[in-house]
């Protein structure tokens, strides 16, 4: 099976790899970029623990193949927190709150919350929790998890 | 498995045509790539249509219509505010497919193609009449979205067809669109039950009507008689009776996991009465109300 | 004890401290099983009965073996004999021994170089299988006649 050189760009910086065209996104980003930050929970694009940010849209990154990310911009949960090492506002409120146990399902839960965030800056329970139908937790039973929005958000409001 | 990105559709109906073995063509890919996961389909080759100009993109037409490129995604139409207003229950139904991460990705055509009586996205077609550009080995040519499924899984497409594009017509004056679905749950789920509808007004007497109808036979029903129930009348509990009865006489739907077919039936004439009194008022001039938040439907 | 001797702040309890691991969970960097890898690490893919019930009369896997990078694929006559009780019960459930028990039973599993090899060489695995009749519920399970 020949593979295919894929130029693209991950959380600023360039990258290339070599993927085979069944390989998905959610492969590439873990095998052969060492970015094991998100998650195969299903594989289907049910459970979003996979979820990252192509060309700033949130998709499932399991129902993207790797060739298709040639020539565009991917975020995932490593280019989170500052590049010193300041945590994104989520990620602070994500633990203040313990809105996470055994913490499989938070990447892919943080990087769809900052995407709502960013297009949505005041939402409400009912649409964070809609935002986050996608995105399933066998932990923390999600009203943690939407406190920690809630509370980012307003955070982020009041710096802005 | 051959990975193809081919710049033109033309091409890509090549690549399809002269194909021996399974192909797929790879729009948002969020049901491709599932089956490929699941081993149920892996395709010889897939060939993606997203670097094709224009595949993308949302466009206005001279006459009011719309052209919805192929691989525009169910988040694309929602962010459309003309689209919206113009035909939002075309959005409402697509926005309701999958997750905001599968709205990302997830296309009208490629609801379409893949064949799903229950798919959310394509009543909202039927009813307003939408048609498709089909590019295959003997060019190109337009078919109603009514025409397209053939039955679970399939569609009438042709071996090297593909669709190029979508295309809504004008709005006009007086005219609304919804679409719902039953549900057992509040999202992320398979419609048990859907319903669009699309009328026009003359002052308040719908003077057209279109009822498609999903999930309740083995594609989507475009109903004559729904239609003929309410045109004519100003929606009153009459012609709501009529178009409910209606409803349930053509719907022949299945006994499911998801539901009885004789719950099924019910639910039709439920949800025809509930959709056509939100068309009717978004074509009374509510249009300004945009489609409906994710879920509300509930 | 006296109720006004009764403590009423301590260290943790009654305090919201962080979780130890929470900033490794909130960063991506937390490392689970999967998240691994090793080099010389081989990969498996399982290959399963698509049937119900049926009876295994013959597995294979030797267009599996001769792919460039398939290590092993590893049967039924892999796994210890005579076992009684749990432990058979268990090794029965982890893969089919004559009879398939289920759609999805395990059968055989292959290791390779790298996951994709290895779900392609299950692929070539050849299973011959003698479809049997299968029950859908409990009382046709207990059904006379029936093991």
């Not at chain 1, 979820?51 to 399991?62: F, H, I, P, Q």
């Not at chain 1, 193949?65 to 911009?73: D, I, K, N, Q, T």
């Amino acid at each position: 099976m020949s593979k295919i050189h894929v130029t693209t760009t991950v959380n600023g910086d360039a990258v290339d790899f070599l993927a085979d065209p069944r390989e998905t996104l959610l492969d590439c980003l873990r095998d052969h970029l060492g970015l094991t930050g998100s998650k195969e929970g299903c594989g289907t694009g049910d459970c979003g623990a996979c979820s990252v940010r192509l060309d700033g849209v949130l998709v499932s990154s399991c129902l993207v193949l790797g060739v298709e990310a040639e020539g565009r911009s991917i975020e995932t949960i490593e280019g989170m927190a500052s590049p010193d090492g300041t945590l994104h506002p989520l990620q602070r409120k994500f633990i203040e709150h313990a809105a996470l146990q055994c913490g499989f399902c938070t990447p892919g839960i943080l990087v769809a919350a900052k995407a709502l965030l960013e297009e949505n800056p005041d939402p409400s329970e009912s649409e964070i929790r809609y935002w986050l139908a996608g995105n399933l937790c066998r932990c923390t039973g999600y009203d943690k998890i939407i406190r920690a929005v809630q509370d980012a958000a307003a955070e982020l409001r009041g710096a802005a | 498995m051959r990975y193809h990105s081919p710049l033109t559709f033309e091409a890509a109906s090549r690549v399809a045509a002269g194909a021996s073995g399974v192909t797929r063509f790879l729009a948002g890919g969020t049901d491709v790539l599932v089956q490929l996961r699941a081993g149920s389909v892996t395709p010889d080759d897939l060939i993606d249509l997203k670097r094709i100009p224009g595949v993308g993109s949302i466009t206005r037409e001279g006459d009011g219509g719309w052209t919805i490129g192929a691989a525009v995604s169910g988040a694309a139409l929602g962010a459309t505010p003309g689209l919206v207003s113009d035909w939002p229950g075309v959005v409402e139904g697509m926005g309701l497919v999958g997750s905001t991460q599968v709205q990302g990705r997830a296309t009208l055509a490629g609801n379409l193609c893949n064949g799903s009586p229950a798919a959310d996205g394509v009543p909202g077609l039927v009813a307003a009449g939408a048609t498709a550009t089909v590019v295959g080995p003997e060019g190109r040519r337009r078919m109603a979205i009514a025409d397209i499924p053939a039955g679970p899984g399939r569609t009438a497409l042709q071996p090297g067809e593909v669709i190029a594009a979508i295309h809504l017509p004008a709005r006009g004056a007086q005219g609304g669109d919804a679409y719902e679905r039953f549900i057992p749950r509040t999202e992320m789920d398979i419609a048990v039950v859907g319903c669009a509808v699309n009328l026009r007004l003359d002052g308040d007497t719908i003077v057209e009507a279109r009822v498609a109808l999903g999930a309740v036979a083995p594609t989507v029903l475009l109903v004559e008689a729904c239609a003929q129930a309410i045109v004519g009348t100003r929606l009153d509990e009459a012609a709501l009776d009529a178009l409910a009865g209606a409803a349930r006489a053509a719907a022949k739907p299945i006994s499911d996991k998801r539901g009885t077919a004789e719950f099924r039936t019910h639910v039709a004439g439920v949800l025809a009465r509930r959709v056509a009194v939100t068309a009717y008022t978004r074509a009374k001039g509510s249009r300004a109300q945009g489609h409906r938040a994710k879920g509300a439907a509930q | 004890m006296p109720k006004d001797e009764i403590r009423s702040t301590f260290k943790y309890i009654g305090t919201r401290p962080n979780r130890p691991d929470g900033l490794d969970k909130v960063t991506g960097r937390a490392r689970y099983g999967a998240d691994y890898a090793a080099s010389n690490m081989l990969h498996a893919a399982v290959v399963r009965s698509p049937h119900a019930h049926a009876r295994i009369v013959k597995i294979d896997a030797s267009k599996a073996l001769a792919l460039k990078g398939v290590k092993a694929v590893v049967t039924r006559a892999d796994f210890p004999e005579g076992l009684t009780g749990e432990t058979w019960n268990l090794q029965e459930n982890t893969i089919a021994g004559e009879r398939a028990l289920y759609d999805g039973h395990a059968v055989a599993a292959v290791a390779a170089t790298s996951a994709l090899l290895a779900q392609d060489a299950a692929k070539l695995v050849e299973v011959t299988y003698e479809v049997l009749p299968h029950v859908t519920d409990v009382d046709a399970a207990m059904a006379e006649g029936r093991r």
